[in-house]
């Protein structure tokens, strides 16, 4: 019995020397990964990485090095991170990484890395839909061309009278008047891509002396290979030799809107106007046929001569410049089975039928063949 009280005594000793207190729980503390690699096409896009820590209150970071990774952004985000990859245009894989860290005091947690590779792109070269000269409106101007390029590439100009704009894969380059009325001025355009020749634009702008628009303007002389005398709108082969004194065979080209259209004025009959349209890429004076030029009873018609009747058509009619702008040729359609094709007046007679008329009531004439206004005076 004596025994059995020493063993007890000795037990309640032991819960005296070691307190009555529990012992604390040991907490681990981690953080889970939904993935510790995400993976692009060279396209790019994004992809979210979910991230769990324990307990949920332990703050954690992202760390990543921008200059080392610029081709990717990792955004943290309700729950989680999201990776964001830009497209690829190399020709080789890139593979990078960042790392989630746990934040605490006394963590001895290390660092999670997350690895983010993306395949190779397709193989692109450098294009530029830029020619390699360019001439610009005496007026004020701009020219616009893509720039597609593998690497990092840069635009600069040579003067300081040329902008250049940059907006993505576009890029412009424009400029005010030349304030030089009688020469034009020059630059260049240089784009520079890494790991390609530069490329260069020369640009010139012109001066108003040498701007086609204005060396238009002045009075020009109808001519042609041939003329046909029509004096009640009936049919004949008379060769003739038209008077400029009776007929007007000189009008005004005259300024409508600048570089958009033109007025010529007195063309064929005394005090018509006709609206015709500059076409500023080809240069050439479109002239429409079959529109009311003088009131609304009196056409301009291109008129199709064949052996035995007329024939009528309302159609635009480029009017081409030389070279030095001393001449306009019409380029006349051809039509199989009519000899002749010129242009003239017609109006409505007193019984209702459509006659010819001509200048200052005299019969019309037509000029056939070849027809050419040449530059009478400026």
Same mark, same amino acid.
């Given at each position: 019995?004596?025994?059995?009280?020493?063993?007890?005594?000795?037990?309640?000793?032991?819960?005296?020397?070691?307190?009555?207190?529990?012992?604390?729980?040991?907490?681990?503390?981690?953080? &889970?990964?939904?993935?510790?690699?995400?993976?692009?096409?060279?396209?790019? $896009? %994004?992809?979210?990485?979910?991230?769990?820590?324990?307990?949920?209150?332990?703050? @954690?970071?992202?760390?990543?090095?921008?200059?080392?990774? *610029?081709?990717?952004?990792?955004?943290?985000?309700?729950?989680?991170?999201?990776?964001?990859?830009?497209?690829?245009?190399?020709?080789?894989?890139? =593979?990078?990484?960042?790392?989630?860290?746990?934040?605490?005091?006394?963590?001895?947690?290390? /660092?999670?890395?997350?690895?983010?590779?993306?395949?190779?792109?397709?193989?692109?070269?450098?294009?530029?839909?830029?020619?390699? !000269?360019?001439?610009?409106?005496?007026?004020?101007? !701009?020219?616009?061309? &893509?720039?597609?390029?593998?690497?990092?590439?840069?635009?600069?100009?040579? %003067?300081? @009278?040329?902008?250049?704009? =940059?907006? #993505?894969?576009?890029?412009?380059?424009?400029?005010?008047?030349?304030?030089?009325?009688?020469?034009?001025?020059?630059?260049?355009?240089?784009?520079?891509?890494?790991?390609?020749? *530069?490329?260069?634009?020369?640009?010139?702008?012109?001066?108003?002396?040498?701007? #086609?628009?204005?060396?238009?303007?002045?009075?020009?002389?109808?001519?042609? !290979?041939? @003329?046909?005398?029509? /004096?009640? $709108?009936?049919?004949?082969?008379?060769?003739?030799?038209?008077?400029?004194?009776?007929?007007?065979?000189?009008?005004?080209?005259?300024?409508?809107?600048?570089?958009?259209?033109?007025?010529?004025?007195?063309?064929?009959? /005394?005090?018509?106007?006709?609206?015709?349209?500059?076409?500023?890429?080809?240069?050439?004076?479109?002239? *429409?046929?079959?529109?009311?030029?003088?009131?609304?009873?009196?056409?301009?018609?291109?008129?199709?001569?064949?052996?035995?009747?007329?024939?009528? %058509?309302?159609?635009?009619?480029?009017?081409?410049?030389?070279?030095?702008?001393?001449?306009?040729?019409?380029?006349?359609?051809?039509?199989? $089975?009519?000899?002749?094709?010129?242009?003239?007046? @017609?109006?409505?007679?007193?019984? $209702?039928?459509?006659? %010819?008329?001509?200048?200052?009531?005299? *019969? &019309?004439?037509? /000029?056939?063949?070849?027809?050419?206004?040449?530059?009478?005076?400026?």
């Amino acid at each position: 019995m004596r025994h059995i009280y020493n063993f007890v005594f000795v037990v309640a000793l032991v819960f005296a020397l070691c307190g009555c207190s529990k012992p604390e729980p040991i907490v681990v503390r981690s953080l &889970t990964l939904s993935s510790n690699a995400v993976a692009f096409d060279c396209d790019g $896009g %994004a992809k979210g990485v979910a991230v769990k820590p324990y307990p949920a209150d332990m703050e @954690w970071v992202v760390e990543c090095d921008v200059e080392a990774e *610029p081709w990717f952004e990792v955004d943290v985000v309700s729950g989680g991170v999201e990776v964001v990859v830009r497209p690829n245009l190399t020709t080789s894989e890139r =593979v990078g990484s960042f790392n989630i860290v746990a934040k605490g005091e006394n963590l001895n947690l290390e /660092p999670y890395q997350v690895s983010v590779c993306q395949e190779a792109g397709r193989a692109i070269d450098l294009s530029i839909s830029a020619p390699q !000269s360019c001439t610009l409106d005496s007026e004020g101007d !701009s020219y616009t061309f &893509t720039v597609i390029a593998p690497t990092q590439w840069s635009v600069t100009s040579s %003067a300081p @009278w040329l902008e250049v704009v =940059v907006d #993505g894969s576009l890029v412009t380059f424009r400029t005010q008047a030349n304030p030089d009325v009688e020469n034009s001025r020059q630059a260049k355009v240089t784009i520079v891509a890494e790991g390609f020749e *530069p490329f260069e634009v020369a640009v010139e702008q012109q001066s108003r002396k040498q701007n #086609g628009y204005y060396r238009l303007l002045g009075k020009w002389e109808i001519t042609a !290979s041939k @003329w046909f005398y029509s /004096p009640n $709108g009936s049919l004949n082969e008379l060769d003739y030799n038209p008077s400029q004194s009776v007929y007007n065979l000189i009008f005004d080209m005259e300024q409508g809107e600048y570089g958009k259209t033109f007025v010529m004025r007195n063309f064929l009959y /005394p005090s018509t106007s006709l609206e015709v349209r500059y076409d500023k890429k080809s240069g050439n004076v479109v002239i *429409p046929f079959g529109w009311s030029v003088l009131s609304y009873d009196v056409f301009l018609y291109i008129t199709l001569v064949s052996s035995n009747k007329f024939s009528f %058509a309302s159609l635009e009619v480029d009017a081409v410049p030389s070279s030095d702008f001393l001449t306009l040729t019409l380029d006349m359609p051809s039509v199989a $089975g009519y000899t002749y094709v010129g242009f003239g007046l @017609w109006t409505y007679g007193e019984n $209702g039928n459509k006659v %010819a008329v001509g200048s200052r009531s005299y *019969p &019309t004439m037509f /000029p056939m063949g070849d027809i050419v206004f040449r530059k009478y005076s400026n």
